[in-house]
């Protein structure tokens, strides 16, 4: 028989006491949410590109009106919409467009290689253009899908991580209430390819803040200091080498990478007033699900940052190779459960193989009967305070400037050459 190292105490607090609060929730969708702060401040600055803006109200009415058109194009719920424009204010228009009228959206960089967007674009409708006239609002389900995101996949076919409404909404209800600095003006320079834009820009959208598109460099200061701003670890080096001012003033959060303290240190002593928080989060997570707060007053030291303890309504489990906690301190693999987990992966971007859904969201044998657990593939350990640390991987996926980037993707592309063997 199997031997019980945990003591009841440690093992309540592992799967109870350290897990996320249970808030109520009320099923909002992204459409939704945005609308209700168009209502709260229509003539406010919403989105910012150059010298393009459109407030609040302009932004609804747009987007209201290119879902309209976008009805006519057969587009319903269920759709799944692919959107490849450049950083515009066009760009966030097509994007609420596609929630509004039940599809979701897929996001594509043109910037990006044409072998991922090839896939993509395959698999969904181009949204092209936009029409006037009235539009009549779709009834939206919290369990429809708001967006694709294509990730790496070790096949050598990005793997599209379909996110659904309940889950996003919760994650930005969360985030008005814990990141205030959105409410002010944010600097959005990612990719909209990459989940870390969905923070960056729906945050302050729901917030009645400001959002700034923008390149993150010397022209990003035209704009005025941020207030909220969020990057990745690779970003910090960046961000000292520009002006102070392009740094944000009160919240800045770091993801998609490991984090150290000894990386952070410089500039948080040039911007001492700032509040850092480290978020951690798979795409299948939706966008994250853990963080780690960092206040102004803290005193940080060198060695991995703590990605910290889940999010509401969100349960993390460091396990062992028998799905068993692991005591604080030890080393196991990292799943996540509840409000935040995504729907599943794309099947037809895997050639109809739903079962790698089923491989990856898996039973959740500590949640409520039905629920589900992602493995993340992560290793990780609780700290005795009850705080997550993230070690490594249990395979050979590696992070680039917050991307994932799964090693067997390369070998597929490479061995698919005509004159590799």
Not at 49 to 55: A, E, H, I, Y
Not at 128 to 135: K, S, V
Not at 146 to 173: D, F, M, N, Q, W
Not at 335 to 347: D, E, S
Request: with cysteine; hydrophobic share 35%.
């Amino acid at each position: 028989s199997e031997v019980e190292v945990l003591e009841e105490a440690e093992r309540e607090r592992l799967l109870s006491g350290w897990q996320g609060a249970t808030r109520s929730l009320r099923g909002a969708t992204l459409p939704q949410l945005i609308t209700e702060q168009a209502r709260r401040t229509p003539d406010a600055v919403a989105v910012e590109c150059g010298d393009r803006s459109l407030t609040y109200g302009e932004l609804d009415a747009w987007s209201g009106r290119v879902a309209g058109w976008l009805r006519t194009q057969q587009v319903e719920r269920g759709s799944f919409v692919a959107v490849e424009l450049p950083r515009s204010v066009e760009l966030v228009v097509a994007l609420l467009a596609v929630a509004k009228a039940g599809a979701a959206y897929v996001p594509v960089d043109p910037e990006y290689p044409q072998a991922s967007p090839a896939l993509v674009i395959d698999n969904t409708a181009m949204l092209e253009q936009e029409a006037d006239g009235p539009f009549e609002d779709v009834r939206v389900d919290p369990h429809d899908p708001v967006y694709v995101i294509y990730t790496s996949g070790s096949t050598g076919r990005p793997k599209g991580v379909v996110v659904e409404h309940a889950s996003v909404g919760a994650y930005l209800e969360r985030a008005r209430e814990v990141y205030p600095d959105a409410s002010g003006t944010a600097l959005l320079h990612s990719s909209v390819a990459f989940d870390l834009t969905v923070t960056a820009l729906y945050t302050p959208l729901v917030s009645g803040g400001r959002v700034v598109m923008t390149e993150l460099d010397e022209r990003a200061a035209a704009s005025g200091q941020p207030t909220f701003m969020k990057v990745t670890p690779s970003h910090l080096g960046m961000l000292e080498a520009l002006p102070q001012e392009i740094s944000p003033s009160g919240t800045l959060i770091t993801g998609g990478e490991a984090l150290l303290g000894e990386a952070l240190a410089s500039w948080r002593t040039a911007h001492p007033d700032v509040t850092v928080i480290n978020a951690y989060g798979p795409t299948e997570a939706t966008v994250n699900c853990t963080d780690f707060r960092i206040e102004p007053s803290d005193v940080m030291g060198s060695g991995p940052v703590p990605i910290g303890r889940p999010f509401w309504n969100t349960r993390t489990y460091v396990l062992d190779s028998h799905l068993r906690p692991v005591p604080p301190g030890v080393t196991g693999e990292l799943y996540i459960a509840g409000i935040v987990l995504a729907r599943g992966y794309h099947a037809r971007g895997y050639h109809q193989r739903p079962d790698l859904t089923a491989e990856r969201f898996t039973a959740d044998p500590y949640g409520p009967p039905g629920s589900r657990m992602y493995r993340t593939g992560d290793t990780a350990r609780w700290t005795t305070d009850g705080h997550l640390t993230y070690t490594g991987r249990v395979d050979d996926q590696i992070k680039l400037r917050g991307f994932r980037i799964e090693l067997g993707e390369i070998q597929a592309v490479l061995m698919s050459h005509p004159d590799i063997t």
